[in-house]
């Protein structure tokens, strides 16, 4: 596709349940990211892949949360036992080569409600 | 602690006025951006400014990184009611996977 697109694009849950949330990035971008977009909050960095590999997972905010990148492709990020804290905006981003000033092309994002 | 303070936090304004935001922080970084958001959407990257005092334009927007790479502005001449959104500003410091972002600015602007 022409850009990174995530699904679903909304989630409902109720606390306690696990989610998976995907994302698909641009085509040839090497670089995959998850960031977390809270209401009122700028954007929270969570992890980085570069490749399949994750150098840095301390974003990621508690060890509810993990994700995995295959094939330098898709994305999941997995939620387990949910709470209400989690209710946000998760939002994917992808870039060409992950180097400086590499431009980030962000998706229209997950948003997930723990009810 | 908020490391990319951005203000004012929320802009209304008349459609053909003209506006500065700011994004202002304690700490030097090697780039920053400017992104903007539109409801149900992600940030789309608007400029990256590299060098202290650098200064670059888009259109009807002006994009300031101050001398000490510490702060950004950014200046819209005759607002249009296209140009409402969030707009984000975001720090680099030596990775651009890390980047460290601002609340934002949330601009309306009414016809």
């Known amino acids: 596709g022409a850009g990174v697109s995530q699904s679903p694009s909304n989630k409902v849950t109720e606390k306690g349940k696990d989610v998976e949330l995907r994302c698909d990035p641009i085509?040839?971008?090497?670089?995959l990211y998850w960031y977390r977009q809270r209401l009122g909050q700028g954007l929270e960095f969570l992890i980085y892949?570069?490749?399949?590999?994750?150098?840095?997972k301390s974003g990621l905010p508690s060890d509810r949360f993990s994700a995995e990148r295959t094939g330098e492709s898709v994305s999941t990020l997995t939620i387990q036992r949910t709470q209400q804290e989690d209710s946000a905006v998760y939002l994917c981003?992808?870039?060409?080569?992950?180097?400086?000033?590499?431009?980030?092309?962000f998706g229209n994002g997950t948003r997930l409600t723990v009810t | 602690t908020q490391l990319l303070e951005q203000s004012p936090q929320f802009l209304s304004i008349q459609e053909g006025e003209n506006l500065t935001v700011y994004c202002n922080s304690s700490?030097?970084?090697?780039?920053l951006q400017w992104y903007r958001q539109e409801p149900g959407e992600g940030p789309v990257l608007l400029v990256t400014?590299?060098?202290?005092?650098e200064v670059k334009k888009l259109k009807r927007l002006t994009f300031q990184f101050g001398d000490a790479r510490k702060d950004s502005s950014l200046h819209i001449t005759a607002a249009q009611t296209g140009d409402t959104g969030l707009y984000l500003c975001?720090?680099?410091?030596?990775?651009?996977?890390?980047?460290?972002f601002g609340k934002g600015t949330l601009l309306t602007v009414n016809p």
């Open positions: 400014v590299v060098t202290g005092g």
């Open positions: 892949f570069q490749g399949n590999s994750a150098p840095d």
């Open positions: 085509s040839g971008h090497t670089a």
């Open positions: 975001a720090g680099e410091r030596g990775s651009n996977y890390k980047l460290t």
């Open positions: 981003a992808s870039s060409l080569q992950g180097a400086d000033n590499s431009p980030l092309h």
């Open positions: 700490s030097v970084f090697s780039s």
